[in-house]
């Protein structure tokens, strides 16, 4: 903190109550640079129960009364954790002082102070905000400071929007510009950890006091009663954990990033996070306990779910023929966006043990297969060799091509529209001929169709299709918090770059199949629309 005669972190603890005590730092020497090393631009990616909020809150502090006409702005994503950090944080921090310094100096009537906008005497100013969706609840307001909470259930596409509130920051209040964001990590995909790989990666390095290996404290560390090391498996005493050091893993790059995990803070013990080892989910114990990142769980088709569904003699076929010249048959398309995406199709026939069987896989890449002409011509002929019962394709890049085959197949073809919104179920509309599903629902019941061997790849063939195992990797899951934060949103996504058309043509299929097979046994008729048997 450049200009500041006192040490930042002094001066919080001469300052600030937390509880109605001196607020301290023992033992918390993993915070010095995040307090004092006058940092512009730092994330802290930390587990839970670190004390996140309080340091958050103490540094906004710092910098609205130690420099003058400092414009902050702390963000979160939700409306209830804005409210909470304003009341129970920050708000308490300005209302009890040691010695009432902060009500004496920079507080009175004639200085607004709101859970969402506080001002004070030096000119400084608060903003607080939340910022579900993409930060339009943050525009037009113009900080020097940002902190920006719980990063990880903010949109990635939102913090170029808040960055906007500092684009005149060198001009403006105070004429200097930080940014801190926080948060939790959790799958490799998700915003923080986005930010994080273009971080220092400052890790807490612990060095034994028997052999002298500096390590990570990490899961080779840990037993039921006590911190060992991982070499020579001596106890890691809490002298040892306090006096570590930050070291760069990433030194080159710009922004300077702190990993805390629970293992650094003096106050949690080896027993409690033995306990939490033991009971916690493994995605839960990395992101909550150790501060990291966590994909398999998330991941919701591995190679041993697609290996296992390939464990078979099963063969790709040209057209209907052997058991499936009469059984039916039902086709799914995602037409490519262009962007490394292709036009996938795929056809599944019920085969004899009532599983849903990969018979063709078709990515149409290379040359004239690459014109949606040519693709709608060779759709048409594959309903006929295939004796297509229904097809579904997507609509998204697909409109005029849908036209076509629905004027040719009629009812046997049908387009279908992704809906976010988790109000909505499948159901038909009329008007425009389409499927609206909700997107997270068709795509978790095929994942657990996977999953459950009810479809099955053609495991003689997989050579012929490898791409169509690269296009379900790809794909993560991961749950963020809904706009009323009561419950949390699973969401599919897939990394930029990396297609997933042949999963999608593949939910297209087995949802087909359903409706088909739910027609058939309710012999009701789809609001609107009769798949011919
Ligand atoms: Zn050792």
């Known amino acids: 903190m450049s200009g500041m005669k006192l040490i930042p972190s002094v001066y919080a603890e001469s300052v600030y109550l937390l509880n109605g005590k001196p607020f301290r730092l023992t033992n918390r020497r993993y915070l010095d640079p995040i307090y004092n090393a006058d940092i512009k631009d730092g994330i802290i990616m930390s587990g839970r129960q670190v004390e996140k909020s309080t340091t958050a809150s103490t540094m906004i502090a710092n910098y609205t009364t130690l420099i003058s006409n400092f414009n902050a702005l702390y963000f979160a994503p939700l409306t209830d954790q804005v409210d909470e950090f304003s009341n129970n944080r ?17 507080l009175g009537r004639a200085y607004k102070d709101n859970v969402h906008y506080k001002e004070f005497a030096n000119g400084s100013v608060n903003y607080l905000r939340h910022c579900f969706e993409y930060g339009d609840n943050i525009r037009g307001i113009s900080v020097n400071g940002i902190w920006g909470d719980e990063i990880q259930d903010i949109h990635i596409d939102a913090l170029p929007v808040i960055k906007e509130t500092q684009s005149h920051a060198l001009e403006s209040g105070c004429g200097m510009k930080i940014t801190w964001y926080t948060g939790t990590p ?71 990033g702190f990993r805390i995990s629970q293992t650094m803070v003096p106050w949690i013990t080896a027993e409690d996070i033995w306990d939490k080892y033991t009971t916690y989910s493994t995605a839960k114990f990395y992101n909550e306990v150790l501060g990291r990142s966590y994909d398999n769980a998330d991941k919701p088709f591995t190679m041993t779910m697609l290996n296992r569904i390939c464990e078979n003699e099963y063969r790709l076929y040209d057209r209907a023929k052997d058991v499936f010249a009469n059984r039916p048959t039902f086709m799914g398309v995602d037409w490519g966006s262009g962007d490394n995406a292709y036009t996938v199709i795929l056809i599944f026939g019920l085969n004899p043990d009532g599983k849903l069987q990969l018979i063709f896989a078709k990515r149409c ?50 387009s279908c529209y992704y809906s976010f919104n988790l109000g909505v179920d499948t159901k038909w509309n009329e ?15 095929y994942a657990e169709a996977i999953g459950n061997c009810e479809i099955v790849w053609a495991g003689r063939d997989r050579n012929q299709y490898e791409w169509l195992f690269d296009n379900h990797l790809v794909e993560n899951a991961e749950y963020r918090k809904n706009k009323n934060g009561k419950s949390e949103d699973l969401m599919y996504n897939h990394p930029e770059g990396q297609p997933d058309d042949g999963l999608h043509a593949g939910v297209y299929a087995h949802l087909a199949y359903k409706l088909s097979q739910n027609n058939l046994a309710s012999n009701i008729k789809f609001s609107g629309v009769h798949i011919p048997s």
């Open 431 to 445: 008007k425009k001929q389409q499927w609206v599903v909700n997107r997270t629902r068709v795509i978790f019941d």
């Open 186 to 256: 959790k799958t490799f995909s998700n915003t923080i950890q986005q930010y994080w790989d273009k971080s220092t990666q400052n890790e807490w390095v612990v060095k034994c006091p028997h052999c002298n290996y500096p390590q990570i404290l990490g899961l080779k560390n840990l037993t039921p009663t006590k911190f060992i090391c991982a070499k020579c498996g001596e106890e890691i005493p809490n002298e040892a954990r306090i006096n570590g050091i930050w070291v760069k893993l990433q030194p080159g790059n710009k922004i300077e």
């Open 365 to 414: 890449d290379t040359g004239k297969e690459t014109d949606v002409t040519w693709q709608t011509e060779y759709i048409s002929q594959l309903m006929g060799i295939f004796r297509v019962k229904y097809c579904i394709v997507d609509i998204g890049y697909g409109q005029a091509q849908y036209e076509i085959l629905r004027n040719r197949f009629g009812k046997r073809v049908a």
């Open 90 to 106: 920050l708000g308490k921090l300005y209302k009890y002082s040691q010695n009432d310094y902060i009500k004496s100096n920079f």
